[in-house]
């Protein structure tokens, strides 16, 4: 057993790990996962280091993790300026994850062969292989789903209820990965409730408040983390979700880009689930028969187990398809990736309840469903509809923008450092200016949002020393830009003393004299 | 004796604390900010330290069973032939009403009384529970022993009278209030033959028969239920030393008489007992089986009470700590740990939880600058961790405790923990001014409040 998990670890880390390289060394780290990193850069290296500089616009957990090992890159750095570190431990987090998968089909009962190939199901679904690569969230937020699902599956088969403490807390964690987690941390509790009722025996009031007590048990964990993200927040920012009510945040990211996004999603209900349902079923295209499945063995046999996966991973998977319906999401294409443990588990346990002497057949129909996976996930990835961010990494025509954006990142920072500045000369907005800070040899010259003076400088940049501005094209809410020169980003910028273009022509960015 | 809280300083231990208050004093002087950051990062540190050593104690207690376990069919098999004399040490003072229930309760313990000793301990001036006790006393098993009027007059003086007499093979305390186990002393017997002589003592569980009676008894039943079945059996299995609780404690005579018995002036004489059997390098183990008391109901005197502990471990740890070389090399690190973050960290944790609760209140309240000043970034954090996740992880503990001693109606008791460490805060800050104004001052404990209340007892003191 204890070889047999070392090799699917051994073998998912150097994947991985091969992976996060070809992701760093053709410069196609995500915006998304620069940006993650450079929240947990600022609050060491910025000009005004202070643990609140990560930010409350994301949920934190993907940038503490980072924490530890930012100092590293004074001596490797490649691992902060080019994004390395973020994609290392991405890959890293998911190849825990692989073997959390693992050892559920192994508590689940699923016999050695079948194990093996529905870990490899999972651990080389080309969603899964790409995120694992790629530094975005999604590893960290996956780990932490299946480590829920692990114990939740543990507490379903022991009923102790010592059992639902790391429950409560892989819940937990989770809602620092992500706030999509918000979905497990109110169905978690609920179910444990009511499984707890319905198994103890005896008197009502006693059973009502065993489960009300297993319930609180299970959910404390989440919920706290849910009131303590948002304390944090409107102590410090001032907001108590800033992710929906920031300028920055995810609705208002939304809402910016609600034309783009129904012009590819459609922006009526049967558009929007017609393209849902495309994505979802492009990356897991059996996940409802698996889950029909699953829930007649519950409903028939009375076997609990499979709602663990279902439970934690489907309120994910709910959430997300409910937030594109209702027009508050992007609609990416990585909002299904749930889906993929989620039929590679159900598999697993309907395999694992086949009675011994069931014809071979049927142990072979399960893993042939989720094995399908892999080829119509390729299919889709490669259509850039559906697959709108990963096509900015894997076709040819994204990649180049993506690794274009990059060098222009590096050419701003090489200039700037070239300058010689002192430090607090350049005022920008980090929101968008975070691969030129991460780039830049010399962080402290900037000015960036998270400074607690980042207000008073923004109001009068020429009394605080700032000599430049450092303004960004296309950032909808740049701060620095909407500030002196109004907002809308087709304004003339008056005071121009240089500008950067993309390998395409256009201009990214733009630097003024104050 | 060289351990004893006879003198609570000893003379080296006062001239140190003379000198660094001193020189604490001169530096606060020229430099006061300084002061006031080395304090906060200090007992920041002090503080997280406590909290983990807790979290890593129920953690480990989590992994197996730790407690010793004897099955009723285990502890029935011995002949009586083959069972040791046992000699149960009860000393009372002032407890007259108690006492008839005591003789039912004793006499429901399983083991022949050819071979059980009791001896009720009363203090000469007490004549009402003397009176009470004769009049009760039939059993030939059962004797009085009237400890003659002298100083200290504590409990542990008390028992070391009884332990000169005694003639047991093993020896027990309980206290008169208390419904032990039927089999326990069977239990014991069973589980020190089987332990083997590296073991010389046992500590039974202890739990209380008036949970119910109202939201102090409820917190302190839920506060038991965590000591006794997950941070003491936490200790056994780091393999640490065990502060005793104040009743059923099961000893080898013998070694607890080499050993020099209770320190009649500490006012926690069991706690102080349990270190002293791990610097002598013996065991403790914990007892699954347990003795019933009676939680203490009333606020005043649940205060009274609990201050004694405080002052108690306050005492231990001071005593423990007057030779700090041979402590170390005595208990190694991880006693010392123990002594330090539990004997000590548990009365200062509670004494400090109120300073910083009015730190917080006052910073949300005020924002005065000068807490930025004091309040350094690191420490900064960490006291924030220690505020946000300390109390959360303390009261969740509370909750699975609720849970695990099958007592999930107890949810709302462990989610209002907080207001029973303001109570606890209360008692610490009256344990600290006892300890430096009346070491050795017995804080008597009225029992029977659960009685009642035409047969309340006449207050003690």
């Known amino acids: ?514 | 004796m060289r351990h004893s809280a006879h003198v609570v300083l000893s003379r080296p231990q006062r001239a140190g604390l003379i000198v660094a208050l001193l020189l604490i004093g001169v530096w606060a002087v020229l430099r006061p900010m300084a002061v006031l950051q080395t304090v906060v990062a200090l007992v920041t540190i002090a503080y997280t330290a406590a909290i983990v050593f807790r979290v890593v104690l129920v953690w480990a207690a989590g992994r197996g069973e730790h407690r010793v376990t004897v099955s009723d069919e285990e502890a029935r098999a011995i002949g009586d032939a083959e069972l040791p004399v046992y000699t149960v040490l009860v000393p009372a003072y002032r407890e007259p009403d108690v006492i008839g229930l005591l003789m039912a309760h004793l006499g429901a313990l399983e083991y022949p009384p050819d071979k059980l000793e009791v001896i009720l301990l009363l203090e000469e001036d007490d004549q009402a529970t003397i009176d009470a006790a004769e009049s009760v006393v039939t059993g030939g098993h059962i004797r009085i022993l009237v400890v003659p009027e002298s100083q200290p007059k504590t409990k542990p003086k008390a028992c070391n009278v009884g332990l000169a007499v005694a003639t047991g093979e093993f020896v027990t305390i309980y206290d008169a209030e208390d419904v032990p186990d039927p089999l326990q002393l069977r239990r014991a017997v069973v589980a020190l033959r089987r332990l083997g002589p590296t073991y010389v003592c046992l500590q039974a569980e202890l739990g209380y028969f008036n949970v119910d009676q109202n939201r102090i008894t409820q917190w302190f039943a839920l506060e038991y239920a965590t000591w006794f079945r997950s941070l003491l059996p936490g200790l056994v299995a780091l393999r640490m030393p065990i502060p005793l609780g104040g009743t059923s404690n099961h000893f080898r005579t013998a070694e607890l008489r080499e050993l020099g018995a209770w320190d009649p002036y500490n006012v926690t004489e069991d706690a102080d007992l349990g270190i002293r059997l791990a610097r002598s390098g013996h065991r403790v183990g914990v007892l699954a089986s347990v003795t019933l008391e009676e939680a203490n109901s009333d606020f005043i005197n649940w205060i009274k009470q609990r201050s004694r502990w405080y002052k108690g471990y306050l005492m231990t740890w001071l005593v423990h700590l007057r030779a700090p070389r041979a402590t170390i090399r005595q208990l190694g690190w991880r006693g010392l740990l123990c002594l330090n973050l539990f004997v000590g960290g548990t009365p200062l944790a509670a004494l400090l939880n109120a300073v910083l609760w009015a730190t917080t209140i006052l910073w949300f309240l005020d924002r005065p600058p000068i807490m930025e000043e004091i309040f350094i970034p690191p420490y900064y954090y960490l006291g924030l961790l220690c505020l946000i996740f300390g109390n959360a992880t303390v009261i969740y503990l509370n909750v699975l405790s609720a849970r695990t001693m099958n007592r999930p109606d107890l949810l709302g008791t462990a989610l209002l923990s907080p207001a029973y460490w303001a109570m606890m805060s209360l008692a610490g800050a009256k344990a600290a001014w006892q300890l430096v104004f009346k070491p050795s001052y017995w804080e008597k404990t009225t029992h029977g409040l659960h009685l009642p209340r035409k047969e309340a007892p006449a207050h003690a003191e």
Not at chain 1, 118 to 133: D, E, K, R, S, W
Not at chain 1, 231 to 236: D, K, N, P
């Open chain 1, 1 to 514: 057993m204890r070889s047999e998990r070392r090799i699917v670890l051994l073998t998912c880390g150097l994947a991985y790990l091969v992976m996060a390289l070809w992701f760093w060394r053709h410069d196609l780290v995500p915006g998304d996962s620069a940006s993650r990193a450079a929240n947990a850069y600022y609050t060491i290296f910025s000009r005004d280091p202070h643990l609140a500089a990560i930010g409350f616009v994301w949920n934190p957990l993907p940038s503490l993790i980072l924490l530890p090992f930012l100092p590293l890159g004074l001596l490797v750095p490649a691992l902060t300026q080019e994004g390395l570190l973020v994609v290392l431990v991405s890959a890293a987090l998911m190849t825990a994850t692989v073997a959390v998968v693992h050892d559920v089909l192994r508590r689940s009962g699923v016999p050695v062969t079948p194990r093996l190939v529905l870990t490899a199901a999972f651990a080389l679904h080309p969603m899964i292989v790409v995120y694992a690569g790629n530094g975005m969230s999604e590893a960290c937020f996956l780990l932490c789903l299946l480590l829920a699902v692990r114990s939740l599956l543990i507490w379903l088969l022991d009923g102790r209820p010592e059992s639902l403490v790391p429950l409560g807390l892989a819940v937990g964690l989770a809602y620092g990965a992500r706030y999509e987690a918000l979905a497990p941390v109110a169905a978690v509790p609920v179910l444990v409730g009511l499984i707890s009722y319905v198994r103890h025996t005896g008197d009502r009031s006693i059973r009502l408040a065993t489960a009300r007590t297993d319930a609180v048990i299970a959910g404390l964990p989440g919920l706290l983390a849910v009131l303590l993200w948002a304390t944090a927040g409107r102590l410090i920012v001032g907001q108590w979700f800033a992710t929906f009510s920031s300028q920055y945040g995810n609705s208002a990211q939304v809402s910016a880009n609600s034309g783009g996004i129904s012009s590819v999603t459609g922006d009526d209900l049967p558009g929007r689930l017609g393209y849902g349902l495309q994505q979802l079923l492009g990356l897991a295209p059996f996940v409802l028969v698996l889950l029909a499945a699953a829930l007649l063995v519950v409903w028939r046999r009375n076997d609990l187990r499979p709602l663990a996966p279902v439970t934690v991973l489907g309120a994910v998977l709910a959430f997300d398809v409910l937030a594109f319906l209702s027009g508050t999401s992007f609609g990416w294409l990585r909002f299904h990736i749930a889906a993929v443990p989620l039929s590679v588990l159900l598999a697993g346990h309907l395999i694992a309840v086949l009675p011994a002497r069931a014809p071979g057949w049927r142990r072979v129909v399960p893993l042939v469903l989720v094995l399908a996976a892999i080829p119509s996930t390729l299919i889709t990835l490669g259509r850039p509809t559906l697959a709108r961010e990963e096509s900015e990494w894997l076709t040819a025509g994204g990649a180049a923008r993506t690794s274009g954006l990059a060098h222009v990142n590096r050419r701003v920072a090489a200039d700037l450092d070239a300058l010689g500045l002192p430090e607090g000369a350049v005022l920008t907005d980090a929101a968008y200016a975070f691969g030129v800070v991460l780039a830049s040899d010399n962080p402290k010259q900037f000015v960036i949002t998270p400074d607690r003076d980042f207000p008073a400088v923004l109001a009068d940049p020429a009394a605080h020393g700032v000599r430049y501005l450092l303004l960004s094209a296309q950032g909808a809410a740049d701060a620095v830009r909407t500030r002196h020169f109004g907002p809308g980003s087709g304004v003339t910028l008056t005071g121009a003393v240089r500008t950067w273009s993309d390998p395409s022509g256009g201009t990214q960015w733009t630097l003024t004299r104050v």
